[in-house]
């Protein structure tokens, strides 16, 4: 029996717009080997501003992201998926900000 884990994360940033504003915008998608690397892809992304996918804010304030772990397991040949997914927050997000990432990660 062989098993295999990949984690990948997708979501939204939200940030400060240039004159004034704030508001969400898709996320850069992240892949890893580990979750506990995946996590620190995008604390330091979020830190450093490279999560905004090119929008471009006046700065980031957080993100919502899926964080979903995908194992395949092979036994005898055949292979066996299974994924499951997490929602998580990052950044200094004010509790009205998750609620406003909520609603825009559930639309």
Known sequence: MEKKVKWSAKG???GNYWG???GAYRARNFVSSSKED???QINKAVADGS??????YESIIGAIMEIRRYTTIEIDGDEYNNNHTDIEMFGDLSESDQ???MEVIES
């Open 99 to 101: 609620d406003f990432l």
């Open 38 to 40: 995946l996590i620190d």
């Open 51 to 56: 999560i905004d996918s090119g929008m471009g």
């Open 20 to 22: 004034g504003g704030k």
């Open 12 to 14: 939204y940033c939200y």
